[in-house]
């Protein structure tokens, strides 16, 4: 029997996620409570199949999973053995049309596309349909004539942008490589050991996801070659930039024997290079390099700027980025960036400072010559908001945990510090590439993984990207199975339980959290949020922190002033006061916001114990070293990296409003200029 999509979506969820309701998979899925029904009693019959036991429910909905099963599908075993086992759905055979399409060394007619994805005349018509409507967006038709058959029609180039996305889509589906072999007969070994001669060459190691998909692009590209498909001339606008390139010079090894190809399709080659994804290497110093570096650093400064926050390791950081955006830069560039991975829901934790993000990113569009897509911008976010998490754990008594990604490098590194954030109870030691996990030599506990892997030890399947709900069904599943007694959860659980009696609580997760780091056996630390929740300047700036003066003789005495109920409440130290002074002196790095507002700010480590903001109204403005005349002092004091972003934000708008600036500077109480500030 066979596995229809939705099953193996549910089973996939359920080996991932064993600790999920019934009501979650509903949600997730968007099925009914009896479309949930159907596809689990279809598993248990494809399960008993494979001599494996049925999954069950225990009396309080849980779901009851064999071992058996984790194990066989931790052994490198997909959802179906062979591809007739699974029939591809209407989507999934309109791009296998495609792939066809692109790959052909012969006439297709309909008989043939029947024959080999196993459907009806009717249902052939109709997935032709399909991918019809699949290639309108890249400008491209799908024609038939009697002598050719079937064919892909419009410009080249745009026919290569839609074969990088349907090899990795196609690759995606289950067995997706048995596809190529079965459409196309390919056989990939030569170039792939092409592709690994150039990992040496480049001194570069890509990520599985692209060591896998590169050398069936390029034998796609070849094919179409042969067939008379060239890119045309104007693709050369990329000539002169990668011509020079360790990359260009490496795409000859991808060429066959004796085989000449025109320049543009050399280019073409490099770009396949220079785009695919990296885990690590050593980055060349050559100009553009050190120009995007550049951008690279400006974009942190204006976030740094725009956030009031002084980023530690910054220039760890700004290599990290610059690993990823290397290739991201060609990508945006020749507009070959992919379908959206990050979706609204995966950055709504950090919607403040993806915000914040876009506005950021002016210096590295501005190299590129191109506008961000909206997935690029998202990955940064989610970078940047893992760095923002304070570190200092301590590792004793910790498990020692790996992660296994096959995206790359920066993608694995926002994997693991989400499941730092998750789990405060275990120490993250490495994250891998499957390949580099297959020859890890050193002692670990447990493993989280975005594949199944081979391990003797606990062995947990996850998403790149988790979204809340999944982050704590994660933390249900692996705190209720792993060593549970070593961290208190019955104690932590029943304690929640009583909070909850008595108080409201808005994030679970955070609790949960926080307590367990709390119950740590030597833990010398005060335990830290797991989520930082946003304020406004309702929560940030009361009332009793506003201050009016007529004037004051100097802007370090209007720094000071401003400064007195931050001191007074222990939110900040004195020699907090003095560093915003010395620095604004001599260095001239304060800040302005709006024509009349001044924000002094420093890093938290000089002497910030608490978040505030305080405010000192002026009605005659005082003159700041620059000249700049100010009337509004708001001193800033920021402990947690990501709870004031939409406090400052909303002072950035009330900076910017020159009506609401005009009624405060006539106010006489700090109550009324509270009202006047939060709108009340």
């Known amino acids: 029997m066979f596995l229809d999509d939705r099953s193996v979506n549910l089973l996939h969820e359920l080996i991932r996620t064993p600790l999920i309701k019934n009501k979650e998979l509903e949600d997730k899925f968007n099925l009914s409570r009896r479309q949930v029904a159907y596809s689990l009693e279809?598993?248990?019959?494809?399960?008993?199949?494979k001599n494996l036991v049925p999954i069950t429910k225990s009396r309080n909905g849980n779901f009851i999973i064999d071992k058996k099963i984790f194990a066989h599908f931790s052994d490198g075993t997909s959802y179906s053995d062979n591809l007739e086992e699974y029939i591809p759905t209407e989507k999934e055979r309109a791009l296998l049309i495609i792939l066809y399409l692109l790959g052909k060394r012969e006439d297709i007619s309909?008989?043939?596309?029947?024959?080999?994805?196993?459907?009806?005349?009717?249902?052939?018509i109709s997935d032709m349909k399909e991918a019809t409507e699949f290639i309108k967006k890249y400008s491209l038709s799908i024609l038939y004539t009697r002598t050719g058959g079937y064919d892909i029609i419009g410009d080249e180039f745009q026919i290569r942008k839609l074969l990088i996305v349907v090899v990795k889509s196609v690759l995606n589906f289950f067995n997706g490589h048995k596809y190529f072999e079965k459409l196309l007969h390919l056989d990939i070994s030569a170039t792939q050991e092409k592709v690994r001669s150039i990992e040496e060459s480049l001194n570069i190691h890509l990520t599985d996801e692209s060591y896998e998909s590169l050398p069936y692009m390029i034998e796609l590209i070849f094919i179409r070659i042969e067939q008379g498909h060239f890119l045309h001339a104007d693709f050369y606008v990329g000539l002169d930039e990668l011509a020079d390139t360790e990359e260009y010079a490496a795409?000859?090894?991808?060429?066959?024997?004796?085989?000449?190809?025109?320049?543009?399709?050399?280019?073409?080659l490099t770009l396949q290079l220079l785009t695919s994804n990296v885990r690590s290497a050593d980055i060349l110093t050559n100009e553009r390099i050190h120009d995007l570096k550049t951008a690279i650093g400006q974009m942190i400064e204006l976030f740094e700027k725009k956030t009031c926050l002084f980023i530690i390791d910054k220039e760890d950081i700004l290599d990290k980025l610059l690993l990823h955006m290397r290739p991201a830069y060609y990508r945006i560039k020749y507009h070959l960036t992919l379908k959206n991975q990050f979706s609204a829901k995966m950055i709504e934790e950090y919607m403040d400072l993806h915000e914040i993000v876009a506005a950021s990113i002016k210096p590295l569009e501005d190299l590129i010559g191109e506008k961000f897509p909206p997935g690029e911008t998202a990955f940064i976010t989610m970078f940047l908001a893992g760095q923002l998490i304070k570190q200092g754990e301590e590792l004793n008594k910790k498990k020692r945990a790996l992660v296994v990604c096959t995206n790359g490098l920066t993608i694995s590194k926002i994997m693991q510090q989400t499941l730092k954030e998750i789990f405060p109870e275990f120490y993250f030691a490495e994250s891998l590439s499957l390949r580099q996990f297959q020859d890890y030599q050193l002692d670990y506990e447990i493993v989280f993984t975005t594949i199944p892997v081979q391990s003797e030890k606990p062995m947990y399947l996850i998403n790149p990207l988790m979204t809340l709900s999944e982050k704590e069904s994660l933390r249900r599943q692996v705190i209720n199975t792993v060593d549970k007694e070593s961290y208190a959860t019955i104690k932590i659980s029943r304690l929640i339980a009583t909070i909850k009696e008595n108080a409201i609580v808005t994030d679970e997760m955070a609790l949960l959290t926080s307590l367990s780091k709390l119950f740590q056996e030597g833990q010398k630390k005060e335990p830290k949020e797991a989520k930082n929740v946003t304020y406004g300047l309702k929560q940030f700036l009361p009332s009793e922190f506003i201050q009016l003066r007529d004037q004051v003789d100097t802007w370090q005495e209007a720094i000071t002033i401003a400064c007195e109920p931050l001191v007074k409440s222990n939110i900040i130290k004195p020699s907090y006061v003095t560093t915003l002074i010395e620095e604004n002196d001599n260095q001239q790095i304060y800040s302005f916001l709006g024509k009349k507002m001044a924000i002094p700010h420093a890093a938290p480590e000089k002497g910030v114990?608490?978040?505030?903001?305080?405010?000192?109204?002026?009605?005659?403005?005082?003159?700041?070293?620059?000249?700049?005349?100010?009337?509004?002092?708001?001193?800033?004091?920021?402990?947690?990296?990501?709870?004031?972003?939409?406090?400052?934000?909303?002072?950035?708008?009330?900076?910017?409003?020159?009506?609401?600036?005009?009624?405060?500077?006539?106010?006489?109480?700090?109550?009324?200029?509270?009202?006047?500030?939060?709108g009340c």
């Open 110 to 124: 309909l008989f043939h596309i029947i024959d080999l994805l196993n459907v009806s005349k009717n249902t052939g």
């Open 609 to 678: 114990t608490a978040d505030a903001f305080a405010m000192l109204i002026l009605k005659n403005p005082v003159e700041f070293a620059n000249g700049h005349k100010v009337s509004i002092i708001t001193p800033l004091a920021i402990y947690n990296q990501n709870r004031h972003l939409k406090a400052l934000s909303q002072l950035v708008e009330l900076a910017e409003d020159e009506e609401k600036i005009s009624e405060l500077l006539d106010v006489n109480d700090g109550s009324d200029a509270w009202f006047i500030i939060n």
């Open 251 to 268: 795409s000859k090894l991808l060429l066959k024997e004796d085989m000449e190809v025109p320049i543009p399709e050399r280019i073409w």
């Open 42 to 49: 279809k598993i248990n019959q494809w399960l008993q199949t």
